[in-house]
């Protein structure tokens, strides 16, 4: 008893002796040009270059550190709209308390006569795992939409009609705010229409993804970020837009208090184009060749609404919740002229002539919820995000027939509604092992209803009295859950090679019904999705990167719908409710150099693609062309990324990129192969005549491009734009021009089958003048925190061709 009493007291003496050694750090945090606490910051304790301990700021900009040994320490503050800082030596005594005392930030954004001045970035820059393209710094794309933005990026093609792809090819994911949207898992066309140009602050592609992301996107992922006020106080912009083609407003407001912030932005656009489109196609029945000559006169016109609102909330310093609406909706339509004539032998066998509308209308909205849990350890953070979105759409046609004198003998209508709800549950968790090392888990659960109802009627007579055909009708009901798990360890030492390993298992199950007394069918099927990236610094601002990937695409509603739309009887097209995914391996290898004013990127790449997803087109006796996507084909693309920057004065900028890549489609079913060189080449230059005033020119060309039956033509389109500030620097004024010396923008589009030979030959209109204005106000202080949001990047979404 007497030996246990003389161990507790040792204990407690020696236990008290060594808290006595212990002492505390504190120090206060404030902005350097507001003179005002910096609220929230994330401060960490270095020891040896290590971190061993994190706090964060409290709402009057305070911190400190307790139970410290004595000992030579650095303090490290970062938070988003600030320089990174780092004090040091702090020596501490033992028993000693030691006040730093005041720390200044400097703010990325200052404040000079309430117009906000940032610091320069280039119009294209590298990361890690990403290239980022700054729209914010180009003036060629205001007064358009994404289309005109992504154009601008090096192998990222964009075609007239607005179908994007990403090193030739078109499976990839588009993300707005690391978020997905219902209407760009439909129609990715469609969706970046709905974009204005002046709202998008940045565009981020990911060729590698991590297993952090979704599977899907077998070619990588392009996320759009649209522009964010950070400033405390109230502000917003105005932003009225007018061209010849298209008229884009748009509006922006905004309000942040200490822990609550509240913004929106909205508006509408309303666009037109015009094409024309001659198809001349042959085919053989029974020894016997037919030739068709199909000229037609297409008008388009659509009308977008769109508008979103987010409240972020900042409980306190280590919890935060944020909830957000996006809404939209639109309205395209199309009308065709449409002249028929069939001939074999030199004898007419048919004409007609089909004066048609066909029209696509839909609305739709986003709802979510996210919560962050953040740590006193600096980067360790848990987010639990929900999201649940719906969306209804109307597809409709109309036709009519009529003879040589004008006579309608045939009428024919159609409609389709569908309605799509997802609803996505997600929690990640990431922690920071040591200063270089990080530690990343999660897991995600989505659920997706697709609901297609379609109906077909005919007057046989040419009068109004329509009869509904029962045989062409369908209900089509498609459930689909996904639920995955990643980690992801990856370690960044300032001169060693980093790694990023991750490994993620996504498992799919799927259901559909149909009311026409097709067989229901259920399928389910688990993927194991790998990835591995090294990358290292070099010396004089070099960094290679080397990185494996294997990744899956999902079909979407696009692609599944088994509505076949028949609004033009010579020309079908439709969904296969039976496509299984694709599976895609892909390699690259990067490597980046920056030079006094110039950096320059190089890459490599090798993706093959099984399973592939491809339209195949068939020609009946009849001489009817239907077009249904099947699992057919392997695609396989390697090839080369060569993008430069460069300031040849210190007003005038230049940067190009050249995208050229080796392509081979193979389908042992169809017993097809087809394949050749495709390229792409922009260039961009910008000069600043001081005064405000600056003027850009932009160009790029596409060249063809190959797909299993045949080759999409190539096309090339340029522009000039000239800017001036106004009202003290708080507007904008801009005129540009598109394609000045060209009318139209013209290519060819070849077909073979096993029957058929099908030429196209297409001219759009797109010469066309337009205006863009802008005005911004507010007060401006900056404040910012960072947030994270749900991306449903995994499934292959619609290219909008129809």
Excluded: C
């Excluded at 117009?115 to 119009?123: A, G, I, R, Y």
Aim: proline share 3%.
């Amino acid at each position: 008893m007497k030996s246990l009493l003389l161990t507790l007291i040792a204990f407690a003496m020696s236990t008290g002796l060594l808290l006595a050694q212990q002492t505390r750090i504190s120090g206060l945090l404030l902005d350097s040009t507001a003179n005002k606490p910096v609220e929230f910051a994330t401060v960490a304790l270095l020891k040896e270059g290590k971190i061993i301990a994190g706090t964060t700021a409290d709402a009057h900009g305070k911190f400190v550190f307790t139970k410290v040994s004595a000992g030579v320490y650095g303090i490290q503050i970062s938070f988003m709209g600030y320089q990174p800082k780092t004090v040091s030596p702090v020596t501490v005594a033992s028993g000693q308390e030691v006040e730093v005392g005041v720390i200044k930030l400097s703010p990325t954004v200052q404040k000079l006569a309430e117009v906000t001045v940032t610091e320069q970035k280039s119009l294209f820059e590298e990361k890690a795992d990403r290239m980022i393209y700054n729209a914010e710094k180009d003036i060629s794309v205001k007064g358009g939409d994404a289309t005109d933005v992504l154009k601008k990026i090096p192998s990222v093609a964009v075609d007239i009609e607005g179908n994007v792809q990403l090193r030739g090819s078109s499976n990839i994911k588009v993300l707005i705010n690391n978020k997905p949207s219902s209407i760009v898992a439909r129609s990715v066309s469609d969706a970046l229409k709905q974009i204005p140009a002046d709202i998008i602050k940045q565009v981020e592609v990911i060729t590698s993804p991590s297993a952090k992301y979704d599977a899907e996107g077998s070619a990588g992922i392009i996320n759009i970020i649209t522009k964010k006020n950070t400033l405390q106080g109230t502000s917003g912009s105005v932003s009225p837009n007018f061209g010849q083609w298209n008229n884009w407003q748009n509006a922006t407001l905004s309000h942040r208090m200490k822990s609550l912030s509240i913004s929106a932005n909205g508006g509408f656009s309303d666009w037109r184009n015009k094409r024309l489109i001659d198809l001349l196609r042959s085919y053989t029945n029974e020894g016997v060749v037919t030739n068709q000559f199909q000229p037609q006169r297409v008008n388009g016109k659509g009308r977008n609404v769109y508008g979103n609102l987010t409240v972020d909330w900042d409980i306190d310093s280590l919890n935060r919740l944020g909830a957000g609406l996006n809404y939209y909706d639109g309205r395209n339509t199309n009308g065709f002229d449409i002249h028929f004539e069939e001939s074999s032998q030199g004898v007419i066998n048919q004409y007609f002539h089909r004066d048609m509308s066909r029209t696509y209308d839909w609305a739709g909205a986003t709802l979510n919820l996210d919560y962050t849990r953040l740590f006193k350890k600096p980067k360790k953070e848990l987010n639990i995000l929900m999201m649940y979105s719906f969306e209804g759409e109307d597809s409709d046609y109309w036709s009519n027939l009529s003879n040589r004198s004008n006579a309608i003998y045939y009428r024919e209508k159609s409609y389709n509604i569908s309605n799509n709800k997802e609803g996505t549950i997600q929690l990640d968790f990431t922690n920071p092992l040591d200063s270089i090392s990080t530690l990343e888990l999660g897991t995600k659960t989505i659920f997706r209803q697709i609901l297609s109802d379609y109906r077909i009627a005919s007057a046989v007579d040419g009068s109004t009295s329509f009869t509904d055909l029962p045989a062409l009708a369908n209900v089509f009901d498609y459930a689909q859950q996904v639920a995955s798990a990643y980690v992801v360890y990856s370690r960044t030492p300032k001169k060693n090679w980093g790694i990023n390993l991750g490994a993620r298992y996504e498992h799919t199950f799927i259901q559909a019904n149909f009311l026409n007394g097709t067989a229901p069918f259920s399928n389910q099927y688990g993927n194991f999705i790998p990835n591995v990236s090294l990358s290292r610094r070099l010396k004089k601002e070099q960094q290679i990167r080397l990185s494996y990937s294997q990744r899956i695409q999902r079909p979407q509603f696009y692609y599944l719908n088994p509505y076949v739309n028949q609004a033009d009887s010579k020309n079908l097209y439709g969904g296969n409710p039976y496509l299984k995914p694709e599976l895609t391996h892909s390699i690259e290898g990067n490597y980046s150099v920056s030079i006094k004013q110039t950096s320059l990127n190089a890459s490599v790449f090798l993706r093959q693609t099984n399973n592939a997803i491809e339209s195949i087109n068939t020609v009946d006796s009849a001489g009817v062309l239907k077009q249904i996507f099947q699992n057919v084909a392997q695609n396989s693309a390697y090839g080369a990324t060569l993008s430069a920057n460069t300031k040849l004065t210190k007003k005038w900028s230049v940067n190009g990129s050249l995208n050229v890549f080796y392509n081979v489609l193979e389908s042992a079913e169809l017993k097809a192969r087809n394949e050749d060189w495709m390229y792409r080449i922009n260039l961009n230059s910008t000069i600043d005549f001081g005064k405000g005033i600056k003027a850009q020119l932009f160009g790029f060309y596409n060249s063809a491009r190959v797909n299993l039956q045949g080759k999409y033509g190539g096309f090339g389109f340029y522009n000039i734009v000239l800017q001036k500030e106004i009202l003290k620097k708080k507007g904008t004024i801009g005129f540009g021009y598109d394609n000045p010396f060209n009318e139209t923008i013209r290519w060819r589009n070849d077909f073979v089958g096993p029957n058929f030979v099908q030429t196209q030959h297409v001219a759009m209109y797109r010469r066309g003048w337009r205006i863009n204005l802008k005005y911004e106000f507010g007060k401006m202080t900056n404040t910012q925190r960072q947030k994270k949001r749900i991306s449903n990047d995994d499934q292959k979404a619609g290219d909008g061709n129809h």
